[in-house]
């Protein structure tokens, strides 16, 4: 076995509070002229006047626009925005669409100033703080989506660079979540546990970081869904998050983060319910191939003989749908999904290879 594990230049503050300490995060970074990214309802709620009165005067740039699945015109309207206003840092609050958005600026600002990362010892053009509130796990990632609105297409970039080299971890900020937001985006938290614990490309780390995400979401989230105020649940589950997001950095995705792509890009359907329903099916697709993991899997599941059906009763545990056809998907979109799987990358990375037919049976068995 060989393998490479890349340390970025980052650093993670997690607990009650931790957002109050934002203005010396970027002070550490030298940022003078900063821009937020997100969301219009956010930016409006009690802490989003809470993190803009903590940056004060730094706070040289607003962009609320962000929309799900980053829109590739909300991508050339932010960075048109960044570059106009001179900003010099981002700081993105909100969940994954808001995190990947600011990567996306991030990158297109260092293509357009000629200086794109090459190389994990290079600094960012445009250092990005990010302040996550949901669980997905993208606000530690150096990779990023964004969907073509005529094509219905997702696509994406990363590198070395894109990595935030901050992440504030705020439970507090969590307790007003949704319960639909909050369960779909921690089962997504989920998913990236289970995707990077098999994946061809994980380092020894990355594994172990993979099935700590496993154990805490499983053991946390219904105690969210038991006590939707609670703050010591959510503080479980927001680690967990974490932990999700850690293993990503090293270790790449499969059929299953794939498929929920290709699905939320066609239909529309939250990125988080699309990796819910789908997530068993794929586990139960990939096992055979790669037994030894799959059985670690379980285990941080609590059922090692049948990983599968353990995420599965976890799923109908706190509430999510069954079914993709419950969710707004339909025959057509079943069709083009399978069609687009061919050229997915992250199908092309799964531990098992995925035919046509295999990618129809795995969205077959999810509908």
Known sequence: MSWVHTGYTQRIHFGVGAVDGIADIVKELGARRIMLITTSGRLRSEAGDRLTRRLGRALASTFEGTRSHVPTPVVQDAVRQATGDGVDCLVSFGGGSC???AKAVCFFVEQQSGTPGASYSDRPALPHVSVPTTYSGAELTPFFGMTDPTTGRKTGAGGPTLAPMAAIYDPMLTVDLPLDVTTQTAMNAMAHGVECAYSPARSPEAEAIALACIAQVADALPRVVDDEGGIEARTDLLAGAALGGRCLQNASMGVHHGLAQIVGARTGMPHGLANAVILAHALRFNAPA????????????GDPDDPAGAVDRLRQRVGLPAGLSECGMDDDDLEAAVHLAADNRN?????????????????????
Request: hydrophobic share 45%; proline share 11%; net charge negative.
């Open 99 to 101: 995190a990947d958005l």
């Open 290 to 301: 790669v037994p030894t993991e799959a059985h670690r899997i379980g285990t941080a599941l």
């Open 347 to 367: 199908v092309a990375a799964n531990p098992r290879p995925v035919t046509p037919e295999d990618a129809r049976s795995i969205l077959e068995a999810a509908w």
